[in-house]
C-alpha cells in the first residue's frame, strides 16, 4: 500500500510539475533584443474590444519602426466568442477598447501583425 502512496505522490508531482511549464513565461530578452525581433512598432489605441478571432483593431497614433497604414489589424492571441468560450494563452496581451498600447509586432502592416506579451507589447498610460 505504501509502494501505491509513493507512486501516487511522484505521478501528482510529476503532474505539477508539467502544468507549471504549460504556463510558460517569455525567454528573457533586452529591449534592444525586442526591437530588433519587431518588424513593426507603434503606438496605438485598440478600437474594439477581444473578439472572435482574436484579430483587433488599433488606430495607429505613431510608428516608432516600420510604416503602414493609420488602422492596424493585429493578432493578440486572445481569443472571446459571444458564447462565452475562446482561448488565451500565458503570453497573450488583452487590449480593451480605448486602451493605449506600445505594440511589438512580427509581419506586415498592411496584413495582419503578429504580437505577444514576450515580444515587448505592453499597456501605455
Not at 77 to 91: C, K, M, P
Request: charge should be positive; charged fraction near 20%.
Amino acid at each position: 500500500m505504501s509502494k501505491l502512496i509513493s507512486i501516487s505522490v511522484v505521478g501528482v508531482a510529476a503532474l505539477a510539475i508539467l502544468a507549471s511549464t504549460a504556463t510558460a513565461s517569455c525567454i528573457p530578452m533586452t529591449a534592444a533584443e525586442q526591437r530588433a525581433r519587431a518588424d513593426v512598432i507603434f503606438d496605438g489605441v485598440a478600437l474594439e474590444g477581444l473578439t472572435a478571432t482574436g484579430i483587433q483593431r488599433f488606430r495607429v497614433t505613431r510608428f516608432l519602426k516600420g510604416h503602414g497604414p493609420r488602422i492596424v489589424r493585429v493578432n493578440t492571441g486572445n481569443i472571446h466568442r459571444a458564447d462565452g468560450t475562446g482561448s488565451i494563452t500565458s503570453v497573450s496581451i488583452t487590449a480593451m477598447r480605448g486602451e493605449r498600447w506600445r505594440i511589438f509586432a512580427r509581419g506586415s502592416a498592411r496584413k495582419v501583425l503578429r504580437t505577444t506579451v514576450c515580444d515587448g507589447s505592453r499597456k501605455r498610460q
